[in-house]
C-alpha cells in the first residue's frame, strides 16, 4: 500500500513561486514508483484533472506538461520526498495539486494510470 502526503500550497502572488512536498509512504520500494503531480483548476470535476509534471520510477526520466514547461520542477530525493518547484506562477496555475503513483511506471501517464493518489493541497495565485 501507498500514502502519498502533500504539502506546501499556499497563496502567491502571480510572479512568485512555491514548492510543494509529497512524502511517500510505501510498502512498496520507493524506487518502483512513478509518481505525478496532477492539479484539478477551479470547477473541474476529478476526471479533468491535468498532468503538471512527472518522474518515472528509475528517476532518469521527466516529463511537463506545456503550459508549465520551463517554469515548474519535479524532482525526489532518497528520503522518499518528491517536490515540484513552481517558478513564475500565474493566474491560471490556481489549482489543487494532487502527487500521484504507481508501479514501474513511466514519467508520464493518465490519470487513470495512477492508483494512489494524496489528498491534494491547494494553490491560489492572485493577479
Known amino acids: 500500500q501507498v500514502q502519498l502526503v502533500e504539502s506546501g500550497g499556499g497563496l502567491v502572488q502571480a510572479g512568485g513561486s512555491l514548492r510543494l512536498s509529497c512524502a511517500v509512504i510505501s510498502g512498496s520500494p520507493f524506487n518502483d514508483l512513478a509518481v505525478a503531480w496532477f492539479r484539478q483548476a477551479p470547477g473541474k470535476e476529478r476526471e479533468e484533472r491535468e498532468f503538471?509534471?512527472?518522474?518515472?520510477?528509475?528517476?532518469?526520466?521527466t516529463e511537463y506538461s506545456d503550459s508549465v514547461k520551463g517554469r515548474f520542477a519535479i524532482s525526489r530525493d532518497t528520503a522518499k520526498n518528491v517536490y515540484l518547484r513552481m517558478n513564475t506562477l500565474r493566474p491560471e496555475d490556481t489549482a489543487v495539486y494532487y502527487c500521484?503513483?504507481?508501479?514501474?511506471?513511466?514519467?508520464?501517464?493518465?490519470?487513470?494510470?495512477?492508483?494512489?493518489w494524496g489528498q491534494g493541497t491547494r494553490v491560489t495565485v492572485s493577479s
Open positions: 500521484s503513483a504507481y508501479l514501474w511506471g513511466a514519467a508520464r501517464g493518465m490519470s487513470t494510470d495512477y492508483d494512489y
Open positions: 503538471v509534471a512527472g518522474i518515472d520510477f528509475t528517476g532518469g526520466s
